[in-house]
């Protein structure tokens, strides 16, 4: 049953693997779904486009060991095949620990791990590296075989090949050197598919390697797909429950090329719960749909974009108006950047936000790592001494400004952050309609969020109906 397809570290090429096989199977006309392990955005919109199915997260840290195998067997039984992308190194998770890791994850699911390794400098070294991974626990891993990457000649792959037998470990293939499997990054990961303007033609390269390299007859039976169970629900109706009645209540979706970090779940719950996802593109300076009730701003690269953002007058007089009229907002890392007063770009360049909170933004130290959240306040959707799981990771960073700044329609700070390796903090916003904070949350492993935004949209819209309407706002 399916696979986790693993490594020894980021940057191995287990990415490669996974969109070589997607897209081997999308050739072939054979449905693949694809899961990646971890809090990653940038790789699920990678495997979803090659794929051409929405690629799911398995996080037992944000979500709950629960969750993820409910969202598994869901998925991952509607499909030809399945297989999973895991996370940095096999063993790493929270801190120096293994909690949410590759292993972890594949340990809770059962899967059997292909280990994909970088080979460019090694010859029989290799069987020391790959005998550790395999030996390695808790917890302990099914080792179904290895890819290696870089292999440089077939006289190089003799040499590997021969390291791997001396344990007893199959081969399954290797991705030579070749352009087409260099995927560019940034500063947060690789490039998005819709900066990709090569990706039907790299597939095509990648799906002949794959029949040149790979042995895909060993590794097809690992992407083998859950079996149906005809007791199991959709676990988006089995969180929330019954959809509630009446007409869906719009909320805007901040969704471009500056916005797009979000999990498919938090769409699926919003509509699950009674509300209607409508996009739109601050980049391109589109009003705010008049009719929505509430505002959700995704993480994103808003950095990268923001002396367009900030050219963006309408998006953003929008925007600041829709506050001042306490407009439900909920915006989380990059969606945070455009309530301040000002973004600086990658030169240090300042550029106007929508000034809705008292910050400047601007290139910092890197922030990254799972972080505990407790509210120290009730707000728009949490409240005091309630707990949560989250991820951070961002390198522009805030500064506060002075107490001159005009007073921001927010109550105060959201919560206390506390994580590995990482100072204690006080960090977001909050009140009775906003909620802003640097965190990544899965709202599948919280799903009172959504609900209690639900419930005020619907209390607010019942509240309007009996006054005689909703106020242009």
Same mark, same amino acid.
């Given at each position: 049953?399916?696979?986790?397809?693993?490594?020894?570290?980021?940057?191995?090429?287990?990415?490669?693997?996974?969109?070589?096989?997607?897209?081997?199977?999308?050739?072939?006309?054979?449905?693949?779904?694809?899961?990646?392990?971890?809090?990653?955005?940038?790789?699920?919109?990678?495997?979803?486009?090659?794929?051409?199915?929405?690629?799911?997260?398995?996080?037992?840290?944000?979500?709950?060991?629960?969750?993820?195998?409910?969202?598994?067997?869901?998925?991952?039984?509607?499909?030809?095949?399945?297989?999973?992308?895991?996370?940095?190194?096999?063993?790493?998770?929270?801190?120096?620990?293994?909690?949410?890791?590759?292993?972890?994850?594949?340990?809770?699911?059962?899967?059997?791990?292909?280990?994909?390794?970088?080979?460019?400098?090694?010859?029989?070294?290799?069987?020391?590296?790959?005998?550790?991974?395999?030996?390695?626990?808790?917890?302990?891993?099914?080792?179904?075989?290895?890819?290696?990457?870089?292999?440089?000649?077939?006289?190089?792959?003799?040499?590997?090949?021969?390291?791997?037998?001396?344990?007893?470990? &199959? %081969? =399954?293939?290797?991705? *030579?050197?070749? +352009?087409? $499997?260099?995927? /560019?990054?940034?500063? @947060?990961?690789?490039? #998005? !598919?819709?900066?990709?303007?090569?990706?039907?033609?790299?597939?095509?390269?990648?799906?002949?390697?794959?029949?040149?390299?790979?042995?895909?007859?060993?590794?097809? &039976? %690992? =992407?083998?797909?859950? *079996?149906?169970? +005809?007791? $199991?629900?959709? /676990?988006?109706?089995? @969180?929330?429950?019954? #959809? !509630?009645?009446?007409?869906?209540?719009?909320?805007?979706?901040?969704?471009?090329?500056?916005?797009?970090?979000?999990?498919?779940?938090?769409?699926?719950?919003?509509?699950?719960?009674?509300?209607?996802?409508?996009?739109?593109?601050? $980049?391109?300076?589109?009003?705010?749909?008049?009719?929505?009730?509430?505002?959700?701003?995704?993480?994103?690269?808003?950095?990268?974009?923001?002396?367009?953002?900030?050219?963006?007058?309408?998006?953003?007089?929008?925007?600041?108006?829709?506050?001042?009229?306490?407009?439900?907002?909920?915006?989380?890392?990059?969606?945070?950047?455009?309530?301040?007063?000002?973004?600086?770009?990658?030169?240090?360049?300042?550029?106007?936000?929508?000034?809705?909170?008292?910050?400047?933004?601007?290139?910092?130290?890197?922030?990254?790592?799972?972080?505990?959240?407790?509210?120290?306040?009730?707000?728009?959707?949490?409240?005091?001494?309630?707990?949560?799981?989250?991820?951070?990771?961002?390198?522009?960073?805030?500064?506060?400004?002075?107490?001159?700044?005009?007073?921001?329609?927010?109550?105060?700070?959201?919560?206390?952050?506390?994580?590995?390796?990482?100072?204690?903090?006080?960090?977001?916003?909050?009140?009775?309609?906003?909620?802003?904070?640097?965190?990544?949350?899965?709202?599948?492993?919280?799903?009172?969020?959504?609900?209690?935004?639900?419930?005020?949209?619907?209390?607010?819209?019942?509240?309007?109906?009996?006054?005689?309407?909703?106020?242009?706002?």
């Amino acid at each position: 049953m399916a696979c986790l397809i693993a490594a020894p570290c980021s940057g191995s090429g287990k990415t490669l693997l996974s969109l070589s096989l997607a897209a081997v199977a999308r050739q072939r006309g054979e449905s693949l779904q694809p899961f990646k392990v971890g809090p990653d955005y940038l790789d699920p919109q990678l495997l979803s486009a090659v794929a051409g199915r929405e690629c799911r997260n398995l996080d037992p840290i944000l979500c709950g060991s629960p969750w993820l195998q409910s969202t598994f067997r869901w998925h991952g039984s509607r499909a030809e095949h399945v297989l999973v992308e895991g996370v940095m190194g096999l063993f790493d998770g929270r801190g120096p620990s293994s909690e949410g890791s590759s292993a972890a994850v594949a340990a809770l699911l059962d899967l059997p791990v292909v280990l994909v390794v970088e080979a460019s400098r090694q010859a029989g070294s290799l069987a020391a590296l790959v005998r550790g991974f395999r030996d390695h626990g808790p917890p302990r891993v099914r080792l179904a075989g290895v890819v290696l990457n870089r292999v440089g000649s077939e006289r190089h792959r003799s040499l590997l090949q021969e390291a791997l037998a001396s344990i007893e470990v &199959p %081969l =399954l293939g290797v991705l *030579p050197s070749h +352009p087409s $499997l260099e995927l /560019p990054s940034r500063h @947060l990961g690789l490039l #998005p !598919p819709r900066e990709l303007e090569d990706l039907e033609e790299r597939q095509a390269v990648w799906v002949e390697l794959a029949r040149r390299h790979l042995d895909l007859e060993g590794l097809w &039976p %690992l =992407l083998e797909p859950v *079996p149906p169970d +005809p007791g $199991l629900t959709d /676990p988006i109706g089995a @969180l929330l429950g019954p #959809p !509630p009645s009446g007409p869906s209540l719009p909320v805007a979706i901040a969704a471009d090329a500056a916005f797009h970090f979000r999990y498919p779940e938090t769409t699926e719950l919003l509509e699950a719960a009674g509300l209607e996802p409508v996009s739109w593109s601050p $980049l391109a300076d589109e009003p705010l749909p008049a009719e929505a009730r509430a505002i959700l701003l995704p993480g994103g690269y808003p950095e990268l974009h923001a002396e367009h953002l900030g050219s963006s007058q309408r998006s953003l007089g929008d925007l600041a108006v829709a506050a001042a009229q306490n407009v439900p907002i909920v915006a989380e890392c990059g969606g945070l950047l455009l309530l301040g007063s000002s973004l600086e770009d990658g030169a240090g360049r300042a550029h106007a936000m929508a000034g809705v909170l008292p910050f400047q933004a601007r290139r910092g130290a890197l922030s990254l790592g799972y972080r505990e959240a407790t509210a120290v306040a009730d707000g728009l959707l949490v409240r005091r001494g309630e707990r949560y799981q989250g991820h951070e990771f961002h390198r522009w960073q805030i500064r506060i400004l002075g107490e001159d700044t005009p007073k921001m329609p927010v109550d105060g700070q959201l919560w206390n952050l506390e994580g590995w390796g990482a100072p204690t903090r006080l960090e977001g916003w909050t009140g009775p309609a906003m909620h802003a904070s640097w965190l990544h949350l899965h709202w599948a492993g919280s799903p009172r969020l959504v609900k209690r935004l639900a419930a005020r949209l619907r209390a607010t819209d019942a509240q309007a109906s009996g006054s005689g309407g909703l106020s242009d706002g």
